[in-house]
């Protein structure tokens, strides 16, 4: 089936560690995105991506990082300088009509 | 940047009763989205509206596009427990894509029975 998979489902994350989340899509989609979203929170934009090897900082970038070497694939990657990062991680690709597809998500705990 | 605003952010109803969710941004829309979200799960797209005035029905939900483009409403007639979770409208703008859609924070519905 096409999609969105993403994964780890869960994560934790020791204090001055990073940590990398993986989002694959067979969708054949060009732009893809990285969300975040805290409890009973909507969602922000960290960084999306309209072709490859390009990508751009969305509203809350700092304290992540993005790749995106391969159309299928748009890893985020949470770094020690992200202060609190608990939260729960949504990629998303942007298909026909401008309809988003999100994955099924990532919740990235500290501990 | 553009914002979308979306209220209640929380409705309690009980089972049975309507629930109505309302968005409006200060600028025109090219078109708006809706999503839904079931607890402990993602986003999933339920409808786009993209003409003025534009109404569409899909089984208990009713979807409105405002005149001006600007404003968008989702109302459930007769709700049931399927029915909890937090719905989100999108937004996207003329000339923009770029950066995707526009979230608004979204509604909770919370039913109870």
């Known amino acids: 089936d096409g999609g969105i998979t993403q994964s780890p489902k869960y994560l934790f994350r020791k204090e001055g560690q990073n940590v990398t989340l993986s989002c694959e899509q067979n969708?054949?989609?060009?732009?893809m995105y990285w969300y975040r979203q805290d409890p009973g929170q909507g969602l922000r934009l960290i960084y999306y991506?309209?072709?490859?090897?390009?990508?751009q900082k969305g509203d809350i970038a700092e304290g992540y990082s993005v790749s995106r070497e391969k159309k299928e694939s748009f890893p985020l990657t949470v770094t020690s300088a992200q202060k609190n990062p608990t939260a729960f991680y949504l990629c998303?690709?942007?298909?026909?009509?401008?309809?988003?597809?999100f994955g099924e998500g990532s919740w990235l705990t500290v501990v | 940047g553009q914002q979308v605003m979306q209220i209640p952010q929380y409705q309690h109803v009980q089972e049975g009763e309507d629930f109505t969710t309302y968005c409006n941004s200060s600028?025109?829309?090219?078109?708006i989205q809706w999503y839904k979200q079931r607890p402990g799960g993602h986003p999933v797209f339920l409808i786009q509206?993209?003409?003025?005035?534009e109404v569409k029905k899909q089984k208990r939900l009713t979807f409105q596009f405002g005149e001006a483009k600007k404003n968008s409403s989702l109302h459930i007639t007769a709700t049931q427990t399927t029915d909890v979770g937090t719905y989100f409208c999108?937004?996207?703008?003329?000339?923009?894509?770029?950066?995707?859609?526009?979230f608004g924070k979204g509604t909770h519905l919370i039913i109870q029975p």
């Open positions: 998303a690709s942007l298909g026909p009509g401008n309809t988003i597809y």
């Open positions: 969708l054949n989609h060009d732009a």
């Open positions: 991506s309209q072709i490859v090897n390009d990508f």
């Open positions: 600028t025109t829309l090219s078109n």
């Open positions: 509206l993209v003409k003025s005035g």
């Open positions: 999108a937004g996207l703008y003329s000339g923009g894509g770029a950066d995707g859609l526009t």
